[in-house]
């Protein structure tokens, strides 16, 4: 059995996917990119592949996107995100059914994918001037309301009242905000909810930029926070999906084109 590896190297988080030949997911393991991203790509690697019991000679094909793709000077090819996360996308959400947007909140930027019948990109755009509307900032609200971040969902549906309104677009105000909030004896639960819309409004401006168009797709760390999802389809008014394993659709999707590409290069 030949398997084959997609390794997203971004600037918070390193995702590693392996599949089989079939392109059905075989294992995928997420660590921090830390300081040092080529070492811990390959730590990552090497620990993926002892749980999953894979020897390197077994590996076909490699492939790297992402931030940091060209540091992995031993991928066999490297891609952009934006195409890896579209095929990600497409796989991950074949029962589903067709795809045509893309939301995709990472640590540090936010991007919209927009799609044509064939799944192919026609459009994209993305935000990574400033933190406020992605993980990081999540991560920063939760530290400021010393709450775990995975507490957030639970906080944003046990809110009583109407989503208080954040308007900062930069992080470092918008954190003021959250503060102001706070000694103001607003609850968590209500400042957590208001949080949530604000990015909300914020990615659902990006996705205009590119057009709204049914089959809506939400990756990234971010799209485990079911709070988020809500305020999200909530300021949509239209449902999305949200595939099993939200951090790895572009390493996936980097796996997958690994098969083609392997395939075409040793084709009779």
Do not use: W
């Not at 993305?126 to 939760?142: E, I, P, V, Y």
């Not at 905000?177 to 401006?205: Q, T, W």
């Amino acid at each position: 059995m030949r398997y084959f590896t997609g390794i997203d190297i971004g600037s918070t988080a390193i995702k590693i996917t392996i599949i089989d030949e079939n392109k059905e997911l075989v294992g995928h393991k997420i660590s921090a990119s830390g300081s040092m991203f080529y070492k811990y790509a390959h730590q990552t690697l090497d620990d993926l592949m002892k749980e999953l019991n894979i020897a390197k000679n077994d590996i076909a094909y490699t492939v790297a996107t992402g931030y940091g793709r060209k540091l992995f000077k031993e991928a066999d090819e490297n891609i952009s995100e934006i195409t890896a996360n579209a095929i990600g996308a497409v796989a991950a959400a074949k029962e589903y059914g067709e795809i045509k947007t893309i939301i995709n909140i990472g640590g540090q930027d936010s991007k919209a994918i927009s799609l044509d019948d064939m799944g192919n990109v026609v459009n994209f755009a993305m935000n990574d001037r400033c933190a406020a509307g992605t993980g990081k900032f999540l991560d920063a609200c939760a530290m400021n309301l010393e709450i775990g971040v995975e507490e957030l969902a639970h906080r944003h549906f046990s809110s009583k009242g109407t989503p208080l309104s954040i308007n900062s677009t930069c992080a470092v105000f918008a954190e003021s905000e959250i503060i102001g909030l706070l000694g103001n004896n607003h609850s968590v639960e209500d400042i957590v909810c208001g949080v949530h819309y604000s990015i909300a409004k914020r990615v659902i401006k990006l996705v205009k930029r590119v057009g709204i168009k049914e089959g809506i797709y939400f990756d990234g760390g971010p799209a485990l926070n079911a709070g988020l999802v809500n305020a999200i389809e909530n300021e949509l008014g239209k449902k999305i999906f949200i595939p099993a394993y939200p951090q790895v659709t572009t390493s996936y999707g980097a796996a997958i084109l690994g098969v083609d590409s392997y395939s075409y290069q040793n084709r009779e």
